[in-house]
């Protein structure tokens, strides 16, 4: 179930793969075959797989949008597009990697806000 009103951009993705891989291994072990040993260890492998999945998704797009960048003639404007793809995806990608503590600042706030009213 995801929430419908999710705070953090990707948020929502976040989570759907999250537990798309515990349901994964959720039939991994009916079938007998389960590939995390510790029950405690499948939360860390969840985040691990919803982590890795919105990266490649990343990295798969961007040798096409570099090769549009590299058919602008003006050069300042392709280092600003560079740039500003540059800097996007290093967000993004930190968003991939600190979901978790993203989350848990935006609910802490909301939760400080909801308090203060
Ligand atoms: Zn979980």
Known sequence: MVSEDAEAPFADLHTLLHEFREMLEGTFTSLGFPTIRHEQFLEVRAEHFAMACRMQAVQK?????????????????????????????????LSCVFMRQIEHIDAEVKRQRYVRT
């Open 61 to 93: 797009k961007l040798p096409r949008v570099f090769q549009q960048i590299s058919d602008f003639e003006k050069t300042w404007i392709r280092y600003f597009a560079y740039s500003a793809v540059g800097f996007t995806v290093f967000a993004y990608l």
